[in-house]
């Protein structure tokens, strides 16, 4: 099956600074690539999302990459801001209506803005 | 439109005994997908759910079950329950037309004495 594995496993950056997550997945049939922020005691919430016909996607002060070959993706945060502390998470999926939305996870990442 | 919503919250249960949690997903959407999260092993898929039908399983033993109603309403079931079920248990509704786009509710968190 699908392995996702996600680096690092903590970030701390500095207010302003850039942070950037990556992700790796096993299964090349993979085709919908999600990100998800979890603040402390909420639930996942999905910030961007990528497929497999694009390779960059923006939405402000974040984007993510894809490079289908070496499959991998990344998500990058420019001039981080103290609420953008918390774990994010990558996501894999076969996707289509027949496959369904069966989602694997890489192991998260916990961000820390430092004011 | 009203977010995913899960039912309890919270719950506290013993070894051996047996728990239904509860699932309303966004209105519209049919697809209902469950997920346990634990500090050791992150988040991982249990089943999905469409039209009433499983459509998927993750690698979780027999005693954890699902159904979906009508009305995309979904439940797990988890029986005899052991001590490494605690977890928080999320699920997620995804509207089939958009693609994979998911999205969690709240979660219930069970601890399991």
């Known amino acids: 099956g699908e392995n996702v594995e996600q680096h690092p496993s903590t970030l701390s950056v500095q207010e302003g600074d850039s942070a950037v997550i990556k992700c790796t997945y096993s299964?090349?049939?993979?085709?919908?690539f999600p990100w998800y922020k979890q603040e402390l005691g909420k639930r996942p919430q999905l910030i961007i999302d990528?497929?497999?016909?694009?390779g960059e996607k923006k939405d402000q002060r974040i984007a993510v990459t894809l490079n289908k070959t070496a499959k991998h993706f990344s998500l990058h945060i420019t001039e981080t801001q103290p609420e953008d502390s918390a774990v994010y998470f990558c996501?894999?999926?076969?996707?289509?209506?027949?496959?369904?939305?069966?989602?694997?996870f890489g192991g998260g990442t916990r961000v820390l803005v430092k004011p | 439109k009203a977010g995913v919503t899960q039912t309890p919250r919270y719950l506290i249960k013993t070894r051996g005994q047996q728990v239904t949690l509860s699932c309303s997903p966004i209105?519209?959407?049919?697809?209902v997908s469950w997920y346990q999260q634990t500090p050791g092993q992150g988040l991982q898929f249990l089943f999905e759910?469409?039209?009433?039908?499983?459509?998927n399983k993750g690698n979780f033993p027999g005693r954890f079950s699902g159904r979906q109603f009508s009305n995309s309403r979904s439940e797990m079931n988890v029986s005899t329950l052991e001590l490494g079920d605690s977890a928080l248990y999320l699920c997620?509704?995804?509207?089939?037309?958009?693609?994979?786009?998911?999205?969690f509710g709240p979660g219930t968190r069970l601890t399991v004495l």
């Open positions: 996501a894999a999926s076969i996707g289509g209506k027949a496959a369904g939305n069966k989602l694997t």
């Open positions: 759910y469409f039209s009433e039908t499983q459509r």
């Open positions: 299964d090349s049939a993979s085709n919908y």
């Open positions: 990528i497929r497999s016909n694009v």
């Open positions: 997620a509704s995804s509207q089939v037309a958009r693609g994979n786009e998911q999205f």
């Open positions: 209105s519209g959407h049919r697809s």
